[in-house]
């Protein structure tokens, strides 16, 4: 059975910075794409950052120069290290793994419909 589980979230002061992590079980990080979302209260959900399956590494706008994606495939961990953080950047933090089929666009550019595995989340909230 396959899980994702995120850890990591918090409260932070703008500014500030946290290190998000995506453990998965039953299934492997290696060679799959990888991603984490994002959805505000009253938004939808967004890409924030991911890792396709040719390495291909992408961000939103919102977030390139603060947010690093990277992965562990010893440990089949996935993270999101997130600096200068914004009051807009409070919101449901989620990983999210495995495409099974090719990219509906191009690599590094998947919408949430194209990933299998989704975890529970976990909440980021940056005070001004």
């Known amino acids: 059975q396959v899980q994702l589980v995120e850890s990591g979230g918090g409260s932070v002061q703008s500014g500030g910075s946290l290190r998000l992590s995506c453990a998965a079980s039953g299934f492997s990080y290696s060679h799959n794409c990888l991603a984490w979302f994002r959805q505000a209260p009253g938004k939808e959900r967004e890409g924030v950052a991911g890792?396709?399956?040719?390495?291909?590494?992408t961000y939103a706008d919102s977030v390139q120069g603060r947010f690093t994606i990277s992965q562990d495939n010893a440990k089949n961990m996935l993270y999101l290290q997130m600096n200068s953080l914004k009051p807009e950047d409070t919101a449901m933090y989620y990983c999210a793994a495995h495409c099974p089929a090719p990219p509906r666009l191009r690599l590094g550019e998947r919408t949430a419909d194209e990933y299998a595995y989704w975890g529970q989340g976990t909440q980021v909230t940056v005070s001004s």
């Open positions: 890792i396709d399956v040719d390495g291909t590494t």
